[in-house]
């Protein structure tokens, strides 16, 4: 090779690394050319995570070469459209910002199984009540002509038989379970008159307790103590204590008319409404105090284990009600709340007949996370945190909390008539009671 084409040579290879060294270096460093702007701008990061992992990565229809758990990086700052997908699973799908130098993050994202609910227990129930693990399902229903109080242990596959009535006995019943879980309450309006409050053993080893025959007429409400094993019990003018292992009611307070009551960390809160002014008083063994002063209204208390009460007039407004008298007025009704277990910040979700929101007692503020065109029956958080269930007449959804580009929303069964249900603590199965089709009963649905 001659010494002028040597030096040409030379001369485009410097030229060619001239041009290269700076643009490797700017890639090294998070750089990237963006033919839209005509600049040169830093990349950011997508960090993606999704339960169960190994989801397929699709990112503005483009598939990634990693699954989840997958770190996407060098995106010049854009919208991109992202899409989770996994074999047997309904997809995930939103649209993200990426901001230059920045990690956009899409974690705890749950993919729900893409399957039909089987029924389990056939049964034609008038009340249900689930623990909050949903192995348990308290039931009243017909069955040839009787109506049967149970309890089904999804776990073990068990029946437990509690009592038979005739058919026309009772109407509008109701069940609830002792914190517990060792007892249920049934309440109920008997045909021959007048309210019927019974403690039954759900093991079915000890005999029902009935207190209504030990109470005065005009039960307002009927809920467990912390103990499990006692009733506070708003009735006729005054309020009292059953405890369900004696057989025995203890007035607590009598010549006053109570709307409801609750017992709280020893101490027993009440409501006393008059047309002008409704008022929480705090019981505490010899001690009465006005707890918090409201305004006239039919209020209820919201069911709750501990400080800060939540009490509800049904129709416009929720107040919650600390050791020091009110701490907030939300100009919205509450019809149920359910304490958020995990994470463990105290969030409280919210719902009343068209609409679910989540109020937190740090910040003191409520977020609206839908509305509805279709009746609340009930809402409950899924073990993830992040995302909420909801049952309507028509269908049981899940939505999660992300609001970025809208929520997601999935309908995890169609079902009318629905009673209960509840989400085994890891997330993995939905139980419910209701109907599908021309079947009836317990349903449970893999998530």
Known sequence: MSIPVRKIFGFIIIAIFMVVAPAVLLTASGYRYNWKKNSIEKTGVIRIDSAPPGADVIINDRIQRRKTPSLVTALLPDAYRIRLKKNGYLSWEKTLEVASGRTTFANDVVLFKDALPLLVFPMDALAAAMTDDGLRTAYAAKRDGWIEIGVRDSAAEQTTLLARYAGNAYADPRLAWSPDGKRLLFRARRETGGDAII??????????????????????????????SELIVAAGNGLYRADADRGTVAALKLGIGMADAIEIDDAVYAIRAS?????????????????????????????????????????????TVGASGIEDSIRAPTTSIAMQKTPADGRVLMDNDFEIAIWSP??????????????????????????????????ITAVELDDRDGINAYDLSRVGGLLDFAVSPDGKTLRFVGEIGNQKGLFERNL
Not at 369 to 390: C, E, K, N, Q
């Open 199 to 228: 403690v039954y053993d759900a093991a079915g080893a000890d005999e029902p307790t009935v207190f209504d025959k030990k109470l005065p007429t005009g039960i307002r409400s009927a809920r467990w103590s912390p103990k499990s």
């Open 275 to 319: 047309a002008e002014k409704t008022a929480i008083i705090r019981l505490a063994g010899a001690t009465e105090e006005i707890a918090a002063a409201l305004p006239a209204g039919k209020f209820r208390f919201m069911d709750a284990a501990s400080l800060p009460l939540m009490v509800s007039d049904g129709i416009s407004m929720t107040f």
């Open 362 to 395: 740090a910040s003191h503020e409520r977020t609206v996370v839908t509305r509805l065109g279709s009746a609340i029956m009930s809402a409950r958080w899924h073990p993830a945190g992040d995302y909420v269930l909801y049952g309507t007449r028509e269908a």
